[in-house]
């Protein structure tokens, strides 16, 4: 049973973001586990602006976590995980959103889409807003918050 891990760190538009996801092999798929601190709070929509929070949680393409563009960082992770190339909201790298209690968010869920093998040296991105899981490619998560690169647990 493998396991796999990335540090979560936050980028210029949320720098106190910090965590760290655990995936584990378990029987029939993978258990991931994510604690992070540091989420900015709810906050609704109002007008035309999106609200920030509930966050976008991926698996994106590429280990590749340099920041950027501050303004619009962590562009070089590429687009969610998608190896079987499905229409989004069933995208293997399309995770449930993130709930900032006071900053925190603990959560632990079970996906059948990958095994940890898998997804060394991906990136894990947390998003300013939560992924409708419709819209095409990648579900209007707006900008990149945090990321983290994924590698074996030895």
Known sequence: MATASALIR???LAPSLSGIVF????????????????????KPA??????????????????????GDPNDPFKAAGEHWNPDNQPHGNHAGDFPVLFSNGGRALMCFFTNRFRVRDIIGKAVIIHQNPDDYRSQPAGNAGKRLACGVIRLVK
Do not use: K
């Open 46 to 67: 109002t007008g035309n602006q999106a609200p920030i929070g509930p966050h976008g949680f991926h698996i994106h393409q590429f280990g590749n976590c340099e920041v």
């Open 23 to 42: 995936f584990t092999d378990v029987q029939g798929g993978v258990q991931v586990c994510i604690s992070v601190r540091g989420l900015p709070n709810f």
């Open 10 to 12: 936050g980028g210029p």
